[in-house]
């Protein structure tokens, strides 16, 4: 993989478009056990490669856990390889009701994040904020932001977007809740149907 960008269109890269860690999946997956040394591998698609990533992890004391990352990932145009050896430290902060919440410290913005991104053309696991990704829902406009946001609520009644009529109310829901999910669904139309105005308007200008 290239220099950080390569082989992208336009506009910024998404989060969605990267590799992600998550530290409560690493969690989950036993990469990381508070109070534990433990070693693991990894394996994540991204795009066509497989990689295989070796995980060494030391969590217990506040001001010394870290995660050693080891991989191997190719240059973008060139194919060559680089081998990464790379350890990113652990914080932790205190939970309202007791036990400690585990964080990455992003080993370039020295901040915690519960995320790090590998973002096509890049080499090391970083912020999202460090790579400047966005999420593909901040490149929609209004109008298609509004719209997803129908869609799902169609879902959620049991309905689907192409149907000419709007979903009854599931059987075990309150009809406060329903005709409060309504009415999001009834503004978000409206939202589309002003940009179907307004586009036929300057078609027809």
Not at 30 to 36: L, R
Not at 123 to 142: D, P, T
Not at 192 to 198: K, L, P
Request: net charge positive; aromatic share 12%.
């Amino acid at each position: 993989m290239g220099g950080y960008g390569s082989g992208r269109s336009t506009g910024r890269p998404t989060v969605e478009s990267a590799l992600r860690l998550d530290i409560d999946w690493l969690k989950r997956m036993g990469a990381i056990v508070p109070g534990a040394r433990t070693v693991s591998e990894l394996r994540m698609q991204f795009y066509d490669d497989e990689i295989f990533v070796p995980c060494d992890a030391q969590v217990g004391d506040r001001w010394d856990s870290w995660l050693r990352l080891q991989y191997r990932i190719f240059d973008y145009w060139t194919g060559e390889p680089h081998d990464i050896d790379e350890k990113i430290y652990l914080a932790a902060s205190e939970r309202h009701f007791g036990g400690l919440r585990w964080w990455f410290v992003c080993p370039r913005e020295n901040r915690r994040v519960r995320k790090l991104c590998l973002p096509l053309g890049a080499r090391h696991f970083r912020s999202r904020g460090f790579y400047r990704l966005v999420y593909c829902s901040q490149r929609e406009a209004v109008h298609d932001r509004a719209q997803r946001r129908a869609r799902k609520l169609i879902h959620r009644l049991g309905g689907h977007w192409n149907d000419d009529q709007y979903p009854n109310k599931p059987p075990r829901m309150r009809w406060r809740t329903y005709n409060l999910i309504m009415d999001k669904i009834v503004a978000a139309d409206r939202l589309a149907d002003e940009r179907i105005f307004a586009l036929a308007a300057r078609w027809s200008a």
